[in-house]
Nanobody, 114 residues
Framework: QVQRVESGGGLVQPGGSLRLSCVVSGSAFSLNAMGWYRQAPGKERELVATITTGGNTNYADSVKGRFIISRDNLKNTVHLQMNSLKPDDTAVYYC????????WGQGTRVNVSS
């Protein structure tokens, strides 16, 4: 059974930074494209960053130039470095394969507020 455990969220002021991590177990991590998704209050979950098995990345326009996704296949971990955070980035962040499949983890909450 695949498990995904996200961490690294918290309360940060606008303009600040956070680094999220997601450890995946029970799957062939290195064989899957991975993504970070987020769900803001009252909104649909959206994909914000993707990294392929080969390390190519893609970002939603709303985070391009501010967020960086990376992966460590030896540690079955995917990271999301978030810089220049804005209040609109407030959401619960999840990792999953791309396209999304299976159960979602508990996510990690990011709150950008002064």
């Amino acid at each position: 059974q695949v498990q995904r455990v996200e961490s690294g969220g918290g309360l940060v002021q606008p303009g600040g930074s956070l680094r999220l991590s997601c450890v995946v177990s029970g799957s062939a991590f290195s064989l899957n494209a991975m993504g970070w998704y987020r769900q803001a209050p009252g909104k649909e979950r959206e994909l914000v960053a993707t990294i392929t098995t080969g390390g190519n990345t893609n970002y939603a326009d709303s985070v391009k130039g501010r967020f960086i996704i990376s992966r460590d296949n030896l540690k079955n971990t995917v990271h999301l470095q978030m810089n220049s955070l804005k209040p609109d980035d407030t959401a619960v962040y999840y990792c999953n394969v791309v396209p999304a499949a299976g159960f979602w983890g508990q996510g990690t909450r990011v709150n950008v507020s002064s």
